[in-house]
């Protein structure tokens, strides 16, 4: 029995943890491309920014607002999953 404990010590198998969940992330293509996304009112970056470096953030419901000067603002409740979620949104101007 000393012997079967040495050898899950020396293995590191005494020591396993489990395994974490992925991060949920969040890749935004957005027209303009400037526009400011924020995941729960938190400001997570450009859009333009978001979609080459995606946002990390717990799997979940969030809540999602993208909005740039001269456009409405877009606001979302996605339900978002471990890996990333590509979100293509075109925002509609103000008129003049």
């Known amino acids: 029995m000393a012997k079967l404990l040495a050898l899950f ?3 590191g198998c005494a020591g396993a ?3 974490r969940s ?3 992330e969040l890749r935004t293509i957005v027209e303009p ?3 400011a996304v924020q ?3 938190r400001f997570a970056g450009a859009a333009r920014v978001l979609a080459m470096r995606p946002a990390s953030v717990k799997p979940g419901k969030h ?4 909005e740039a000067p001269g456009y409405f603002p ?3 409740e996605l339900e978002l999953v471990p890996g990333v979620t ?3 949104l075109k925002l509609r101007p103000v008129p003049p």
């Open 33 to 35: 491309p400037t526009a």
């Open 22 to 24: 992925r991060p949920a």
């Open 63 to 66: 809540r999602i607002t993208v």
């Open 17 to 19: 943890q489990l395994p």
């Open 86 to 88: 590509t979100v293509n």
């Open 9 to 11: 010590l020396l293995c």
């Open 39 to 41: 995941i729960d009112e």
């Open 74 to 76: 877009h606001d979302a």
